[in-house]
Nanobody, 118 residues
Framework: QVQLVESGGGLVQPGGSLRLSCATS????????MSWYRQAPGKERELIAT????????NYADSVKGRFTISRDNAKNTVYLQMNSLNPEDTAMYYC???????????WGQGTQVTVSS
């Protein structure tokens, strides 16, 4: 059974940091590109960070570039999102996504809420 379980969300003050984790199981993690998306209330889901299956290449949305860092540990089947210099516009539900490097298999986590507020 495929599982993607996000954790690490919560309430943080502006300027603060959080580290999200997405622990996965049930598929060959090292054959999947991993991404983080977020969705704020009333807005469309936004792709914010991607890392290739080997962890060599990362890409970021302009809205988070320079503040967020995506990484992965293929030995632990886990992907991370380090978020620094958070601001209220970062408030959203954050989702982990896996996409096979071959074929069309794709899986989603249930999300973890991040709220940035003073």
């Amino acid at each position: 059974q495929v599982q993607l379980v996000e954790s690490g969300g919560g309430l943080v003050q502006p300027g603060g940091s959080l580290r999200l984790s997405c622990a996965t199981s049930g598929f060959s993690f090292n054959l999947y590109r991993m991404s983080w998306y977020r969705q704020a209330p009333g807005k469309e889901r936004e792709l914010i960070a991607t890392i290739t299956n080997g962890g060599v290449t990362t890409n970021y949305a302009d809205s988070v570039k320079g503040r967020f860092t995506i990484s992965r540990d293929n030995a632990k089947n886990t992907v991370y999102l380090q978020m620094n210099s958070l601001n209220p516009e970062d408030t959203a539900m954050y989702y982990c996504n896996s996409k096979a490097i071959w074929g069309s298999r794709e899986y989603w986590g249930q999300g973890t809420q991040v709220t940035v507020s003073s």
